[in-house]
């Protein structure tokens, strides 16, 4: 790692985070992008570390369409660098649709 902290060092500091945490470090990501992060309400996807099962919560990405390579690069980053299984985008809000929708 750049900073000089092993990659052991970094899962130890994921694994620790709360959730007001992964979501501000997550925002910081994103926000370049002209993007928000949010949580998917109290959804959570099993994933797998090491030998064991993790369930850590959904991040939503909220915001104009990047384009799917940037959406590949920021999905890759949180995933890598937080405590998160699983990064989605959403395309339109229920109140930002048309009537009837």
Known sequence: MEDGSSETDAGTRRASMSRDEILAEANRIVEPFGLTAEFLGDAHSVG??????????????????????????????????????????????????????
């Open 48 to 101: 797998v570390g090491g030998d064991a099962r993790t369930y850590t919560p959904v991040i939503v990405l909220v915001g104009p369409f990047p384009g799917y390579d940037v959406l590949e690069k920021i999905g890759s980053r949180i995933w890598n660098e937080l405590n998160i299984n699983r990064v989605t985008f959403e395309t339109a809000r229920r109140e930002s649709l048309p009537e009837g929708a």
